[in-house]
C-alpha cells in the first residue's frame, strides 16, 4: 500500500499533477491524500496580522476548501475509469504550507507526495523560489514534480544524473527500483563533468556499486562532458525521448553549483519532464 499526498491549490496546473499521479501508479494500491492548505501568512488585514479563533476559520477557509476539494473528487470519479486498488481522502488544513506538509507526511506515513510546478521551465526554476522547491528542500519525504504542461506517457526511460558520490544509503534508491520494476522502464546512471577527467576510486567503486544495484534491471552508463550541466541533460533527455529525470536530495549540490551561479536568468527545458526528488526517511 503505498500513500500519496497530492497538494492542491485548485488550479489546473495542480490538477495536471493529480491527473498524472493517478495515471503514474495506476497498477499500484495506493491512498491518495488530496490537500489544501489554508495559509496562515496569509491571514494579514490591512497590514497586520488577524488572528481568528477556530469559528471564524472553519467557517471562511475550511467550509469553502472543503467544498472545492468535493469538487475534485467528483472529478476525479469521472474523469477516470474506476480503479479498484486507489482510494481517495480530502484533507484541509490552516497552518503554515511547509508545517502543514511535514505533519501530513508523518501522520498518513506519506511515501511520496505529487506537486505541479507553474511555469518551471528547468531544474534552476524547480529548485529554486517556488513551493515545490521549498517542499525538495525542507520535507524529507520524496517528492516528484510534474511540471504544468507534463502529460502522462508510458514510462520507457529514467535518467538518473550523479556524480558518483553516494554521500547516501544506497537504500534511498528502492522507490526508484519499484518505479523502474513496475514501469518495465530503463535507467540511464549519467555523469556530467565540466571538462574530461577520469573517475577518482571512490567514483569508481560508488559506479559499481549502483551497477550491481540494479542489477536486475535494465541499466547503462553514460559519460557527458559539457560546460553547462543544464546544456548535457537537455541534450542527453531529448535525444533519448527520456520519460523522467530522478536525482536523490543529498545530491542536488551537485547541480546547484551550476544553477545557483549559471548568468542565465531563464532556462528553457525539461517543461514537459517530470523531475523525481528522493529522500532519505527518518
Not at 37 to 44: E, W, Y
Not at 66 to 81: D, M, N, P, S
Request: aromatic share 10%; hydrophobic share 35%; glycine share 2%.
Amino acid at each position: 500500500m503505498k500513500n500519496v499526498l497530492l497538494p492542491t491549490d485548485f488550479s489546473e496546473n495542480s490538477w495536471n499533477a493529480i491527473k498524472y499521479a493517478v495515471r503514474f501508479f495506476h497498477r499500484e494500491t495506493c491512498n491518495f491524500y488530496l490537500l489544501h492548505v489554508n495559509r496562515l501568512s496569509d491571514n494579514f488585514m490591512n497590514g497586520s496580522p488577524y488572528i481568528a479563533n477556530e469559528d471564524v476559520l472553519e467557517e471562511v477557509y475550511i467550509k469553502s476548501s472543503k467544498q472545492k476539494l468535493r469538487k475534485i473528487l467528483r472529478r476525479i470519479a469521472t474523469g477516470f475509469e474506476t480503479n479498484k486498488i486507489h482510494r481517495f481522502y480530502s484533507l484541509s488544513d490552516y497552518d503554515f504550507f511547509i508545517e502543514s506538509i511535514r505533519k501530513h507526511v508523518e501522520e498518513k506515513n506519506i511515501d511520496i507526495i505529487v506537486m505541479g510546478t507553474k511555469g518551471a521551465t528547468g531544474l534552476k526554476k524547480i529548485i529554486v523560489g517556488s513551493n515545490t522547491g521549498d517542499v525538495i528542500t525542507k520535507v524529507k519525504c520524496s517528492i516528484l514534480s510534474v511540471p504544468e504542461k507534463a502529460e502522462f506517457v508510458k514510462i520507457e526511460e529514467i535518467a538518473f544524473p550523479t556524480d558518483f558520490s553516494l554521500t547516501y544509503d544506497i537504500q534511498i534508491l528502492h522507490p526508484l527500483s519499484d518505479i523502474l520494476e513496475n514501469h518495465k522502464a530503463a535507467l540511464r546512471i549519467l555523469h556530467i563533468s565540466k571538462k574530461k577527467t577520469n573517475l577518482n576510486y571512490d567514483q569508481k567503486r560508488n559506479s559499481e556499486l549502483l551497477d550491481d544495484y540494479f542489477n536486475q534491471i535494465e541499466h547503462s552508463f553514460h559519460y557527458l562532458t559539457n560546460k553547462g550541466i543544464e546544456d548535457a541533460i537537455q541534450c542527453f533527455t531529448e535525444s533519448r525521448n527520456t520519460n523522467m529525470i530522478c536525482m536523490v536530495a543529498k545530491n542536488l549540490n551537485y547541480f546547484q553549483q551550476i544553477l545557483f551561479h549559471s548568468k542565465i536568468e531563464e532556462i528553457s527545458y525539461h517543461t514537459e519532464i517530470p523531475f523525481l526528488v528522493l529522500h532519505e526517511q527518518n
